[in-house]
């Protein structure tokens, strides 16, 4: 099946057509500065369809939506009683899901034909028990109002632990991962037995480790001071747009800048570096202690995949689990790769992540069904 997958963000929209018989990426591409110099996401798609090889045939579209709440457990086939609730949820992640109902609009409107699918960034985490996704605050606020940890990453997630048991040449259901999807957002998750029973992103992607722009976890307070001082608006501005390594370095959300400033010497740069690690360190140690032990760790996104010294702070900071770094295959980037030695348990692996690909094999097999 041809499966047009579509990423669409407040001012771009990422897409990409795969055949999902062969795994084959036809097209792929980007529509920038939507709202700008492209009026909307009709014509970016527009944009984007024009691209496409004359022997493209569109016969699904997966859109790649963040937010599923806990109305959305699994990859669902859009009809107009789903974008009704889309609609509704959006109140619950008013940053993220507009932009991908802009673009399920679109396509609906210039390939009414096509079936199309949601995925979720949510729905793997949707196996989360009760005391991994409830937060210490009145119960009523998440009976009522949903406030709760639902985590982010879900199709990268899951993508990876199940390459991993690949790797490991093991059985998921007998695995205890931990995956880090390190990018310009980064999450952490948990995965005993094939499901997600803990991950660091909470209510939002605001939420756990170090990112390009987000702080991760900071006390609750600086986000009221914040408000109190700026506006609740600005301090979400502070806390999503210029914190994490942007903000503590001062030089860029971009580590590669961060690694060329600590080794020129920037104070600020070696300092954010440290700070990033530091809570992965510590971020993997909770998920070796929630699950009661570790067999893989597993490390993927532009970071993860390719910063080799990210990868050697966390692996050797971590010898107390048992993990012993192999420094040559260490050095390798973008590619999976075992990092410890080989035959040893836990294992630490590299492996590419396959988002969209994942999007368009779960469209497929969701229409399938
Ligand atoms: P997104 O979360 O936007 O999908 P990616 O997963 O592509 O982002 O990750 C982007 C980030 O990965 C960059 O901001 C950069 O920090 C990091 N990165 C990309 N390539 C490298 C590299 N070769 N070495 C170190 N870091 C890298």
Redesign the pocket.
């Known amino acids: 099946m041809q499966v047009l997958v579509l990423n669409a963000g407040s001012s771009s929209l990422k897409y990409q057509l795969i055949d999902t018989n062969t795994g084959e990426v036809l097209t792929r591409g980007l529509v920038e500065r939507i709202g700008t110099d492209v009026p909307d996401h009709t014509a970016a798609l527009h944009q984007a369809m024009t691209t496409l090889p004359e022997t493209a045939r569109v016969e699904a579209v997966g859109h790649r939506v963040v937010h599923g709440g806990e109305r959305f457990s699994a990859p669902t086939r859009i009809t107009d009683a789903v974008l009704t609730d889309l609609d509704r949820l959006s109140t619950l992640a008013p940053l993220h899901n507009p932009p991908a109902l802009q673009g399920i609009r679109a396509a609906r409107a210039l390939l009414p034909a096509v079936p199309m699918v949601a995925v979720f960034d949510t729905a793997f985490h949707s196996t989360l028990p009760p005391h991994a996704y409830t937060y210490a605050i009145p119960y009523d606020l998440y009976s009522e109002h949903g406030l709760r940890r639902y985590g982010f990453h879900g199709t990268s997630h899951a993508f990876v632990a199940r390459e991993a048991a690949h790797v490991l040449g093991q059985d998921l259901r007998d695995l205890k991962l931990v995956t880090l999807h ?4 980064a999450s952490a998750a948990a995965v005993q037995g094939g499901v997600s029973v803990d991950t660091s992103m909470g209510f939002t992607p605001l939420e756990g480790l170090v990112m ?1 722009t987000r702080s991760g976890d900071i006390d609750p307070a600086i986000a009221l001071w914040l408000a109190a001082k700026h506006g609740p608006a600005r301090a979400s501005d502070i806390l999503n747009r210029e914190s994490g ?1 942007l903000g503590l370095s001062g030089v860029s ?4 800048d961060l ?1 060329r400033a600590a080794l020129a010497g920037a104070d600020r740069a070696q300092l954010t570096l440290q700070v990033m690690v530091y809570r992965l360190r510590k971020q993997v140690g909770a998920y070796a202690a929630a699950m009661n032990g570790l067999d893989a760790l597993v490390f993927t ?3 993860g ?3 080799p010294w990210v990868r050697a702070q966390v692996v050797n900071g971590l010898s107390f689990l048992g993990f012993h770094l192999d420094e040559e295959c260490n050095e390798r ?1 973008g590619q999976t790769t075992r990092i410890t030695l080989a035959g040893e348990m836990p294992a630490a692996l590299v492996i590419p ?1 396959d988002e969209e690909g994942e999007i368009a094999r779960q469209t497929a097999t969701t229409l399938l069904a």
């Open positions: 390190l990018g310009n957002g390009g390594l959300n971009d580590l590669r690694h996104g532009g970071i995949e390719n910063d980037r992540t």
